[in-house]
Structures are given as structure tokens and as C-alpha cells.
């Protein structure tokens, strides 16, 4: 069963923006809300990584590679979260994953290319 469903990937030209979501439909709330979010990413050939994370109280943590660029939020009562990526770079190309911190539950990722 498909617990996270990331959406929003694409390709763009560095410089372009991209919105990513993430859904969690069969998550209960209460679930849901317990615990931070978190978006990482791996390109081919590397680990995954985490780009950005953010807490119950909408506390957020960044990379530094991605810092002043991406903005990382939650819509509890949705039960989503969202990754505003601006000023893409060729860098940023990669599969993008969000992750459930607390029940380390995983999305099945969707594929950012970023070109020059």
C-alpha cells in the first residue's frame, strides 16, 4: 500500500521553479502529525540526502546547498507537505523523496531534471 504519493517533479531550465507535494492519504491524522517531515533526494550514482525537513511547530532545517532557494511547509489538515524549489540548478537534478520521520515510512519519489 502506497502510504506517501509525491507529485510535482518535472523538467526545467536552471533558473525555473518547481512544487512539489506530498500526500498522505492513508495516514491518520493524529499519525500524520506526529513527528517532523522530510524531503531528500539522490541522484544516480550518489546517496540520498536530505534537503529539507520541517517540525510539528513549523520549525524548518535546510541543506545549505539549497538554502534561500527552497521552502519547505505542511498542511496538517491536508496531510501534505510541499517543497517551493526556486532558482533551480542543474545540481538540484535528482529523484525527490519525502519521508515520514517518525514511522520512517517513504514516498516512491518523483524525478526533478533541472538543464542548463
Known amino acids: 500500500q502506497v502510504q506517501l504519493v509525491e507529485s510535482g517533479g518535472g523538467s526545467v531550465q536552471a533558473g525555473g521553479s518547481l512544487r512539489l507535494s506530498c500526500k498522505a492519504p492513508?495516514?491518520?491524522?493524529?499519525?500524520?502529525?506526529?513527528?517532523?517531515m522530510g524531503w531528500y533526494r539522490q541522484a544516480p550514482g550518489n546517496q540520498r540526502d536530505l534537503v529539507a525537513q520541517?517540525?510539528?511547530?513549523?520549525?524548518?532545517d535546510y541543506a545549505d546547498s539549497v538554502k534561500g532557494r527552497f521552502t519547505i511547509s505542511r498542511d496538517n489538515s491536508r496531510k501534505t507537505i510541499y517543497l517551493q524549489m526556486n532558482n533551480l540548478k542543474p545540481e538540484d537534478t535528482a529523484v525527490y523523496y519525502c519521508h515520514h520521520e517518525k514511522t520512517m515510512t517513504w514516498g516512491q519519489g518523483t524525478q526533478v531534471t533541472v538543464s542548463s
Open positions: 492513508r495516514f491518520i491524522t493524529s499519525t500524520f502529525n506526529n513527528g517532523p
Open positions: 520541517i517540525f510539528n511547530g513549523g520549525r524548518a
